[in-house]
């Protein structure tokens, strides 16, 4: 007599960690530049959303743009910094 034992394998998934992309105050872009490339850049804000991150940057120094997957994130950040704004990413923890 034979036993069989039978093992179930389980797959389980983890969801790759989100980016925040962040943008930095600078001396040297207007607020119009900075606004206009934001709305260009990521298509999903509202010319008020974009507004509103460049003014917390301006007065803070630093905004959340978006926070997103990290290759969509790199290539936000990328394409900011293409346009002369300072940006960076970092986990979302």
Do not use: W
């Not at 790759?16 to 850049?41: C, G, I, R, W």
């Amino acid at each position: 007599m034979s036993v069989e034992i039978l093992t179930r394998q389980e797959t389980i998934r983890k969801h790759a960690p989100n980016y925040k992309v962040l943008l930095h105050n600078d001396d040297f872009n207007s607020m119009e530049h900075v606004v206009q490339t934001l709305l260009q850049t990521v298509s999903s804000l509202t010319q008020p959303q974009a507004v509103d991150i460049m003014m917390e940057a301006h007065s803070s120094g630093i905004a959340l743009v978006i926070t997103c997957a990290q290759e969509h994130a790199e290539f936000y950040c990328e394409t900011l910094k293409n346009h002369g704004l300072t940006s960076t990413i970092e986990p979302d923890e």
